[in-house]
């Protein structure tokens, strides 16, 4: 772990769900956060979560069958990338993200490292891992940009 990494202990889904609203809170003009973890590690909850505090309302639907799905966030568009099915990281190059690069304010990528070399790099490395009853959440930057965001995040403290 990158001695810049940021970890904390998630207890429940709600908690999950703070951290979203956390770093949409501190979001930058443009971001692209890598998620991983197993299934079940709650990828998709914090994306939704993240998704929702950007003031993104109606259904919040998984990316897990059609790849991405995108969303109008204030400043632009928000991008949620589910690669878990992806058969070749070639694929990608049918979903039109140079046209998405150009749109997306964050990028939510799931699994990325399905569609290395295809994808922007991350400015943040979000992962998750089960822990007993609860979540261990690790933030790593990965840019100057997400040091940048990082550091907003951990001065707002464990409320907001």
Not at 93 to 117: T, Y
Request: aromatic fraction near 6%; glycine fraction near 12%.
């Amino acid at each position: 772990m990158s001695s810049e990494a940021y970890s904390l202990f998630l207890p429940d889904a709600a908690a999950t769900e703070a951290l979203g609203a956390r770093l949409a809170a501190r979001l930058p003009a443009r971001a692209v956060v890598y998620l991983e973890g197993d299934l079940g590690a709650g990828k998709s909850t914090l994306a939704r979560a993240l998704l929702r505090a950007l003031g993104v309302a109606g259904r919040i639907r998984s990316p897990t069958y059609t790849l991405v799905e995108r969303y109008p966030v204030p400043g632009g568009e928000a991008a949620h990338l589910d690669l878990y099915r992806l058969g070749d990281a070639a694929e990608l190059d049918f979903l039109a993200l140079d046209e998405l690069a150009d749109a997306a304010r964050l990028w939510l990528v799931e699994w990325p490292e399905r569609g290395a070399g295809h994808l922007p790099p991350a400015d943040l490395v979000l992962g998750l891992r089960l822990e007993g009853e609860g979540r261990q959440a690790r933030l790593e930057p990965r840019s100057a940009l997400g040091r940048q965001w990082l550091a907003a995040f951990r001065e707002g403290g464990p409320g907001g």
